[in-house]
């Protein structure tokens, strides 16, 4: 993992995550991104839409990977009144790796660079029995399993960016995944449960064991083990790889919560307790876009925008490296 000359991250508690002081840095901070190309997963909706937002007023070409075509349509014909800039939609069903394949494909076959890819979009406490289309647990497939097959994918066209092999300007680019301070809240024992991790029954029956909550942690978590991974692998190439807790932000996320039986306690506590999107996009732009992240490869930000220690389970080398590997032996037949 590249090193730099910044001082250590220091440990924020709980309640100064939950309450965050006001920012230092905001939005409009963001510098001016004419010629980058840039991926948001997620980017129809939350913090991925109003980043796309952001994102497309300072000149950058976005592409907006989402599942539904007709939201991200939507989405686009919002953001083009907003900016007077065009998104580019681009289908991606993070749950589904062949569809992750797909969209990398597309992507590859308009683009020879990316220089900031957005992992940001996620589902948050589903169905205990909601599963992939490959039959993984909803939240770790989509949340991890889906995000590392597309960074994967998208690892060379990432290196040619950052050699400047097209360009001819060398430059270093960026992958940013949004996981949560769930990861370290609310960890279970030794922080992955391999055996939920499986198809069937067998796994369906762990799952209940661990419940939403937790397997939504585990997923979080990750999330961080896998970008730190990355940012051992590849950041003496260029790639800067962070992660990140957006802060509580009140957005779609929250969905499944609601709709449950506590869904209207849940939404009450919510409007006390979460912010409003506009906050939520500053730790990821700045992550993705300020100049000094450039020296924060495998750290882990949180709101608003400030250098974290996350769990011990993140800080485990040995865990990160079987994640890696678990993910790896998924995705090779696709």
């Not at 397997?215 to 730190?228: C, H, P």
């Not at 000094?292 to 040995?318: C, D, F, I």
Request: with cysteine; net charge positive.
């Amino acid at each position: 993992m590249a090193t730099n000359n910044l001082p250590p991250a220091v440990h924020i508690g709980v309640l100064n995550e939950i309450f965050p002081p006001e920012p230092t840095w905001t939005s409009e901070q963001v510098p001016d991104l004419t010629g980058k190309v840039v991926i948001v997963t997620g980017g129809n909706t939350g913090i991925g839409k109003e980043s796309c937002k952001v994102l497309l007023s300072r000149n950058a070409k976005v592409y907006l990977a989402a599942r539904s075509e007709s939201k991200a349509n939507e989405a686009i014909a919002e953001l083009r009144s907003a900016t007077g800039k065009e998104a580019i939609f681009l289908r991606l069903d993070l749950a589904d790796l062949r569809s992750v394949r797909r969209a990398a494909e597309e992507f590859l076959s308009k683009e020879q660079h990316l220089h900031i890819l957005f992992n940001n979009g996620g589902v948050m406490t589903p169905p205990l029995d909601l599963v992939t289309a490959q039959g993984y647990d909803g939240q770790f497939g989509t949340n991890v399993l889906g995000h590392f097959f597309l960074t994967q994918l998208l690892i060379p066209v990432l290196l040619r960016t950052a050699k400047g092999e097209i360009s001819g300007v060398p430059c270093k680019v960026r992958v940013i995944t949004v996981s949560s301070s769930q990861h370290a809240l609310f960890s279970i024992s030794g922080g992955i449960q391999w055996d939920s991790l499986e198809k069937g029954d067998g796994a369906l029956k762990a799952r209940k064991r661990i419940g939403t909550r937790g397997l939504y942690s585990q997923s979080k978590l990750g999330n961080v083990l896998i970008s730190k991974e990355l940012a051992e692998r590849y950041g003496s190439q260029g790639i800067v790889a962070i992660s990140l807790h957006p802060g509580g932000v009140k957005t779609d996320l929250q969905r499944y919560a609601k709709a449950g039986p506590m869904g209207a306690v849940v939404g009450k506590i919510a409007n006390t307790m979460l912010y409003d999107v506009s906050y939520g996009i500053l730790t990821q732009l700045y992550a993705g876009t300020a100049p000094e992240a450039e020296n924060m490869n495998g750290e882990y930000l949180t709101a608003w925008a400030r250098r974290q220690v996350p769990s011990k389970y993140a800080l485990l080398p040995e865990l990160r490296k079987r994640v890696w590997a678990w993910c790896e032996d998924q995705v090779k037949n696709f």
